[in-house]
């Protein structure tokens, strides 16, 4: 069953606060994910999620740009 809450950081609109609820990917880009901050249960908040344009996350004290195929990865829930 999955659940309905869950959906990728993609989908979610710009001033928006989430929750990693998981990371569908490899280890490289596992990694490279947790060197930036971005792993389960971390809060986010979406800067920006505006076509054409940068997806804009703040994770902590830091503000991340990641590409659109990156973010369709990163699994979220609600707060």
Not at 13 to 18: D, F, I, L, Q, R
Not at 22 to 41: T, W
Request: charged share 20%.
């Amino acid at each position: 069953m999955i659940d309905a809450a869950l959906k990728p950081l993609s989908v979610i609109k710009s001033g928006a606060t989430v929750k990693v609820a998981r990371i569908n990917a490899g280890k490289g880009l596992n990694a490279k994910l947790a060197s930036m901050g971005l792993f389960p249960h971390v809060k986010i908040k979406v800067i920006n999620n505006g076509h054409p344009g940068p997806f804009v996350i703040a994770v902590k004290d830091s503000k991340v740009a990641l590409g659109r195929g990156m973010a369709n990865k990163i699994i979220v829930c609600d707060v």
